[in-house]
């Protein structure tokens, strides 16, 4: 007890165990902030990989087949967030009937 309560007595050591404790909490904060960008990197190039296949896919298929599919904004957010399925949800609305979606 009598050892630990001198660390904290001598000014030299009380700066050192000072700067132990902002590096280990600047560490701690930016291995935080590198495990928030990489969850936001990995969604961004979800969302935008999802938002080009399903317009590809729209696109092609409706040129292909000849399918005149309407954009408009519940289309449009439909497929930005779902991607491939929006799509075909979209594509079998148009051919079967469902009216402008």
Known sequence: ??????????????SIASLVLILVGIGIVLFVMMMIGKLLLKLIVGLVLNTV????????????????????????VSVVIFGLPA??????????????V
């Not at 799509?87 to 402008?100: D, E, M, N, Q």
């Open 1 to 14: 007890m009598r050892y630990t309560c001198m660390l904290f007595a001598d000014p030299a050591l009380n």
């Open 53 to 76: 296949l399903g317009f590809a896919a729209l696109f092609l298929i409706g040129w292909a087949f000849g399918i005149s599919v309407r954009y408009t904004v519940p289309v449009i």
């Open 87 to 100: 799509a075909g949800t979209v594509l079998l609305l148009t051919i079967f009937g469902g009216g402008s």
